[in-house]
């Protein structure tokens, strides 16, 4: 077990420094300059390359790499250009809103998903089963943005319910949950029908194991036997919400996007438009060991759940 | 029973909404599209940035409502006879928001800073080669040659003054802005808001509206829904096909002003054909720009040059081009443009109008048989590539913003490498040099009308126009002003009714 | 059963009026028409016209031909590389193999959206790069499916039979192993295509997609923002078409994985 996650955690860390150099010198490759976007329209040349040399950008690529490097293993990750203070300030700044609105959707999702996924995998080729199936394939259909501008239109525009756009971040927490309405819902949408899916599938299955049989013919009442079966369904699912759960995070981007929510995404939207290098690299790493997490997660609720794999 | 959740969520949603409603009473919203890339009045040249910064700094003289030039923190000031010094006297107790109070010494800090390396604007005062503070109150400037454009500079964003004490101290007026202006920087949330309170201390009195968010909403629709919603109490870029409703609402006003931008096709006239003056006129003669600007800017004034309609510097004698394919084609085939002639037009993102006004202009010039690609970049390459460096482009579509003094307007033009479309003309050049550095206004405005006939001659661009400035208000929201020229947004008269 | 039948119906309905659907509407989808600016849906115009003037069904249908164009390039793209990839893995095994699963392993370990987003900022927008930035961020899956497949056919007996009998590895991976699995990887690809017609909308939203005026269904959509208020149905006809295109895929990749199942 334990040089089982010992060696996952290795892969990891080479994961990570394969990811970053690329990042870093993909970054470096591509058109567009951070002190010319500073400068604005009305510069000269001498002036942005002022800048340039001010910003420590006229430095050959091998030499940043060096000092980003250095820095990174001192777990220092540089200076936003844009913003010129420490990226990791930054990402402390913005990550709450992106943990606030993930964490709302997921609960929404599962919510959602497992209500509907065990309620028609219990009477599967009913009405309710066939509209949880219709459900769920519209859910996956769905593009997100398109969903979340008509969910502004209906419920913002039209009825007023809730606002267009815009996050508090100083704000009430009621006042900041009222501003993750709607964002939440388009996010937990398609993870919802996901996990329907999901957790129908694996009732079903459970349905079928002979326990379920030898309970049925014994003459255990429907009720319990569900229970039983839900029981069991249960932690097979773990891991699987799990995973869902770092689909979300990236959905985040385009979410935060259409409802203008300085998270993360909106931070790696506009650092990818400035040219802001450090702070791309930043959430990116952030990102990446996020989602590294989840699936760890994921896997180890997998161990948990099935003994069998412990000792594999 | 049988919605058990019901209740309580109508319940929350009340709660709530009274929360909201109490909380932001005071508070004036405004919503606009472009978000600072700083709030260092020296470090940048962005208008976007300015917009924001206006109420936080203030600059020793400032443009009026009509461009006049009008006291600030300076009350009056004086030119020498031969326009080789510059007097300011300022005014008396004014206190920057961080309790310290503005003398001779934040302004002689603040021209140091101007001139440093990495400041955009430093040849904007490079002639300043001595400044002197004989008392608190008395700022002398002695320059190398007369500077007739100088005031221009002082009374734009950038000639914000700031104290010298943080200067010293290297603070980060990016991030934690330091003025004297009407309101007191409080939050910044960048791609989102910037947060600002009144100042109670403001020379010219504390300003009526207490708190005043600055919202960045790049996509002009949400502005208007927000305004529908009463979210925004202005929307500053409301895009024309939403002008109808806004005006047929009584809840809400259309302001609608002449603004200093001109909008223009640049032309590369490095290019094989665009280096020759006939295709330039002839493609301006085949672009339509009264539908240019209706379909993509809402409408607005014609322009024969590059000047904005309406401005003191524009000589009558030149009209726009107007309309007349029949001649383009006529041009063209004289200047020997072969029929596959393509042009690359790299148009900037996000900026919707330009981008929108470059497929209109594509289409016309299809009728003419020039056929354009259409690429669309990034603002950062734009700036980068197009702007700078390579200006690998044949064509691009984009809008330049007023400036107080036509030098700002003008600066390098003639010169090949110092603009991005290349034009070269040695006795433009001169001209522009020339009148740089002479005090006479009328000498000045006989040189740059020579200049302004040039380019309407020899077009580096097709002349688009001058839009209106246009911005939704709640009725009950007044005194929003938006700086003629510069574009920046003034809340200091601004009140709830 | 009745899914895999709808989704055929819809799939060939789409690619019907992606094809030939742009013939039968007689509005150019890029040319504009400014005597005709936000006109509301008509007989004529169906779903209205946009900012300038240009038919919105005209522009769906060609949008069509360019998300459907780069969905299916791309879903192409990724199962090629996930095939060459994981045959090689599981074949050649040894170095090969370690690398390869590495290799592909740290791109697994990017949240998708945020590899594709990076991607296409690196490589620029247009359809050939955005279809080489879904294609590469897509193989993964592929590439794993493959391996894991190909290593489970060659320990069967047929192949050891026929390895005995002197047959060589490339032929039983190819002409053997292969078709045993083709048709679950069908299954995914449908799947994966559907997910595609979703990210190259959003990235046409997040302005990283295929440049204008060329229609593809992002970018109408996108368009369609800029006046959403006052022509909803400019965003909502393409959106149910892009929904609907999506749901098809998903409705055959379901349909026909109940039917592999059935037969194992």
């Known amino acids: 077990m334990l040089r089982f996650l010992l060696s996952q955690a290795l892969s990891v860390v080479i994961t990570m420094v394969v990811v970053l150099s690329l990042v870093f010198v993909a970054m470096r490759a591509l058109p567009g300059d951070a002190a010319a976007i500073l400068g604005g329209l009305d510069t000269t040349e001498a002036q942005v390359d002022a800048l340039r040399r001010q910003l420590g950008l006229d430095q050959s690529v091998a030499v940043q790499f060096g000092v980003y490097w250095s820095g990174v293993v001192r777990g220092d990750l540089g200076r936003s250009i844009r913003e010129r203070r420490p990226v990791a300030e930054v990402l402390r700044d913005r990550l709450p809103v992106t943990l606030a609105l993930a964490s709302f959707a997921f609960v929404l999702a599962l919510a959602i998903g497992l209500g509907l996924g065990l309620l028609a995998g219990r009477h599967p080729g009913s009405p309710l089963d066939n509209a949880t199936l219709g459900f769920t394939t519209i859910g996956l259909a769905l593009p997100e943005f398109w969903f979340g501008f008509l969910l502004i239109l209906i419920f913002a525009v039209q009825f007023g319910a809730f606002p267009v756009i815009g996050y508090p971040v100083a704000g009430d927490v009621g006042v900041r949950l009222w501003h993750l309405v709607l964002p939440a819902v388009t996010l937990a949408i398609p993870r919802a029908a996901q996990m329907a899916r999901l957790a129908r599938a694996r009732l079903l299955e459970e349905l079928g194991a002979d326990y379920t049989r030898t309970a049925r013919s014994k003459g255990l009442p429907a009720r319990r036997v569900t229970r039983h079966v839900a029981a069991n369904a249960f932690p097979g699912l773990l891991p699987l919400l799990a995973l869902e759960l770092g689909g979300l995070l990236t959905g985040t981007i385009v979410v935060e996007q259409v409802f203008g929510l300085p998270g993360l995404g909106l931070t790696l939207l506009g650092a990818i438009g400035a040219r802001d290098y450090p702070v791309v690299q930043g959430v990116t790493i952030l990102a990446v060991t996020i989602y590294i997490g989840v699936n760890w997660l994921a896997d180890l609720l997998q161990i948990a759940a099935d003994p069998r794999l412990r000792y594999e | ?497 | 059963m009745t899914r895999v039948r709808l989704g055929v119906l819809l799939a060939v309905l789409i690619v019907l009026s992606a094809t030939i659907g742009p013939t039968l509407v007689p509005f150019d989808p890029i040319r504009p028409n400014y005597t005709l600016r936000y006109a509301p849906p008509s007989p004529e115009h169906m779903l209205g016209t946009d900012n300038l003037g240009r038919d919105v069904l005209a522009r769906s249908l060609a949008g069509g031909r360019v998300s459907l164009a780069i969905a299916g390039g791309a879903t192409v793209l990724a199962v090629l590389l996930g095939l060459l990839t994981g045959l090689s893995a599981a074949g050649l095994r040894g170095a090969v193999d370690v690398v390869l699963t590495r290799a592909f392993d740290a791109l697994l370990a990017f949240p998708g959206f945020l590899l594709v987003l990076l991607l296409v900022t690196i490589l620029g927008g247009g359809v050939w790069q955005t279809v080489l930035a879904l294609g590469v961020a897509g193989s993964p899956l592929y590439f794993r499916l493959v391996r894991a497949f190909t290593r489970s056919e060659l320990q069967r007996d047929y192949v050891l039979a026929g390895e005995a009998l002197g047959a060589s590895r490339p032929r039983l991976l190819f002409r053997h192993a292969l078709p045993n699995f083709v048709g679950a990887l069908a299954v995914q690809a449908a799947s994966t295509m559907a997910t595609f017609l979703l990210v190259e909308a959003s990235l046409s939203f997040l302005g990283l997609g295929v440049p204008l005026p060329t229609p593809s269904w992002g970018n109408v959509l996108q368009d369609a923002r800029s006046f959403l208020t006052r022509q909803p149905w400019a965003a909502v006809g393409p959106g149910l078409v892009l929904a609907s295109a999506a749901l098809a895929l998903q409705f055959l990749s379901d349909g026909f994985r109940d039917r592999l199942d059935h037969r194992v």
């Not at chain 2, 895009?239 to 909008?263: C, H, K, N």
């Open chain 2, 1 to 497: 029973m049988q919605h058990p959740f019901r209740t309580p969520l109508v319940v929350a949603t009340l709660v709530v909404a009274l929360l909201v409603g109490s909380a932001f009473a005071r508070t004036v919203t405004i919503a606009t599209s472009a978000q600072p890339e700083t709030l260092d009045p020296h470090v940048t040249s962005a208008t976007s940035s300015f917009q924001t910064m206006k109420s936080i700094y203030d600059t020793l003289v400032e443009p009026d409502q009509s461009g006049v030039i009008v006291p600030g923190l300076a009350h009056s000031w004086t030119v020498s006879e031969d326009g080789l010094m510059l007097a300011f006297v300022l005014r008396e107790g004014v206190l920057f928001h961080d309790g310290s109070e503005f003398d001779s010494a934040d302004v002689a800090a603040t021209i140091t800073r101007l001139q440093a390396e990495g400041s955009p604007k430093a040849n904007e005062f490079a002639m300043i080669v001595d400044v002197a503070t004989p008392d608190a109150l008395t700022v002398e400037l002695t320059l190398d040659a007369p500077a007739p454009a100088l005031l221009a500079s002082f009374a734009s964003g950038w000639g914000a003054i700031v104290p010298s004490e943080l200067i010293e101290a290297d603070h980060d007026f990016g991030n934690r802005p330091v003025g004297t202006g009407p309101y007191v920087f409080a939050e910044w949330v960048r791609d989102s808001f910037v947060r600002l309170t009144a100042n109670p201390d403001y020379h010219a009195g504390e300003p009526e509206v207490e708190e005043v968010v600055i919202r960045y909403v790049a996509d002009t629709s949400v502005q208007f829904q927000g305004l529908q919603t009463g979210e925004f109490d202005i929307a500053v870029d409301v895009a024309a096909v939403d002008w109808p409703t806004i005006e047929s609402d009584p809840r809400f006003v259309l302001e609608q002003g002449p603004s200093g931008l001109v909008l223009v096709s640049a032309l590369n006239t490095r290019r094989p054909y665009l280096e020759d003056p006939r295709v330039r006129r002839a493609l301006n003669l085949a672009v339509d720009t009264d539908t240019v600007m209706e379909v993509a800017y809402g409408g607005g004034f014609p322009v024969g040059t590059f000047m904005e309609a309406g401005s003191p510097w524009l000589p009558d004698t030149i009209e726009p081009y107007g309309y007349d394919p029949e001649r383009a084609r006529e041009l063209l085939a004289e200047a020997g443009v072969p029929d596959d002639w393509t042009l690359d037009m790299a148009l900037p993102q996000p900026y919707d109008t330009h981008i929108t006004a470059g497929q209109v202009i594509q289409d016309m010039l299809g009728d003419v048989g020039v056929t354009v690609e259409i690429r669309v970049v990034e603002w950062g390459v734009w700036l980068g590539e197009i702007y700078a460096n390579d200006r690998d482009f044949d064509m691009t579509v984009i809008g330049h913003t007023g400036k107080l003094d036509a030098s700002g307007r003008l600066g390098g033009y003639g010169e090949r490498d110092r603009t991005y479309h290349g034009y070269e003309n040695a006795e433009v050049a001169a001209m522009v040099q020339e009148a740089a550095v002479i005090s006479d206004p009328g000498e000045r405005a006989e040189l740059y009308a020579a200049v302004l006939t040039a380019l309407h001659d020899e077009p580096p661009f097709i002349y688009i126009g001058t839009p209106f400035t246009t911005f939704a208000r709640a009725a009950d929201v007044d005194g929003f002003w938006i700086t003629p020229l510069l574009d920046t947004f003034d809340l200091r008269s601004l009140r709830v009714d």
